[in-house]
């Protein structure tokens, strides 16, 4: 069973910036679709991801509010992808997760696999 973890959550100022990591128990990331969905204090999570990556066709996609200001990497030799944020405001705070969907025997033929979260906190 693939696994992941997230890290690099933590408290940073308006305006800053921080790059959380998501590592996979192993090599997952070069197919299929990985998503990062957040959770903010008090809220249920969100349903629908912030961002998207298909790695194997080149495709990245954000939404609105992360546009411009969110960008996901990956690093194939740590089986990790980092999400860098910039500009943060405190509307970001959040737990933010990492998902990737890994083929199995389901009856959907994939499973999307999460982190525990991580917590960032920006403050005003």
């Known amino acids: 069973q693939v696994q992941l973890a997230e890290s690099g959550g933590g408290l940073v100022q308006a305006g800053g910036s921080l790059t959380l990591a998501c590592v996979a128990s192993?090599?997952?990331?070069?197919?299929?679709?990985m998503r990062w969905y957040r959770q903010a204090p008090g809220k249920p999570r969100e349903s629908r991801e912030f961002g998207a990556a298909l790695w194997s066709e080149g495709m990245m996609n954000f939404a609105d509010f992360a546009k411009g200001r969110f960008t996901l990497s990956r690093e194939d030799a740590k089986n990790t992808v980092y999400l860098q944020m910039k500009d943060l405001t405190p509307e970001d705070t959040a737990v933010y997760y990492c998902?990737?969907?890994?083929?199995?025997?389901?009856?959907?033929?994939?499973?999307?696999?999460w982190g525990q979260g991580t917590l960032v906190t920006v403050s005003s």
């Open positions: 998902t990737q969907d890994v083929i199995d025997d389901s009856p959907q033929g994939y499973t999307e696999v």
């Open positions: 192993r090599n997952i990331f070069t197919s299929n679709v």
